[in-house]
């Protein structure tokens, strides 16, 4: 009877055990695993016993180093984009603010789409450096007021294509790919007849057709030196025109509506 007695107890004690090992192992593989997959969560490690608890201290101050990286690279994108933006803009004084302006009305756009937050990030990044191509067109051209001859045009049309081939050299190149297509593609027509591939409608990638909206209604509505910027309703109004022929009419409708929520647009305007 001792024996059976005995003989259970101690069964029971490993079990106890096993399960007492086995339990933050798991927790630790799980965690580990996930941290594979880029999600890094810390662990819960005071209900273990000193051993364990040593061990996944060592794992979550990895997670905080993993943490802590991550806010360094996500500052230093952010102030690499602030710098190339405020490079451009400080070449052509009379468009300084254009490029944040354009990116907070890409934005607007990018919401009204629902869009998830990474790819709002990535819109409004991409919004922010549509023009760092023209770092590349010289002054005398860029700052030309009145009309440009076809060599001088051509110049500028090379911008769009400039701007990506400059961002494709930033290493590493993760946080800036997404980017690329939107900044190549601002001044595509859903008709075929922009620049610098001619695409057509569908495909023309989303953030240049977006960019494309915002860029148009910024250029309209800001005053130049040689002029006053437009009426918001009779650039609401050109841009209605363009719908399907120069912009996507979906995105132009999108714009129009955020427009009208901000009360900047009446709303028989915007119809
Ligand atoms: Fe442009």
Known sequence: MILLFSTAFSVFLTRLLVDEINEPVSVLLSHMKRAENEMYELIAHNVYTDEFAYLLRGFNHMIDAVHRRDRTNKELLNSFITVLTAALDARDPYTAGHSLRVARYALAIGKQLSLPNEQLDALYRSALLHDIGKIGVPDAILLKEGKLSDDEFAWIKKHPALGEAILREVRPIEPIEP????????????????????????????????????????????????????????????????????????????????????????TSAAS
Do not use: C, N
């Open 179 to 266: 980017l690329l297509a939107g900044i190549r593609s601002h001044h595509e027509r859903m008709d075929g007849k922009g620049y610098p591939d001619g695409l057509a409608g569908d495909d023309i990638p989303l953030f240049g057709k977006i960019i494309a909206v915002a860029d148009a209604f910024d250029a309209m509505t800001s005053d130049r030196p040689y002029r006053k910027g437009m009426d918001i309703r009779q650039a609401a109004d050109i841009l209605r025109k363009g719908k399907g022929t120069q912009w996507d009419g979906e995105l132009v409708d999108l714009f129009l509506k955020h427009l009208q929520e901000e009360r900047l647009l009446s």
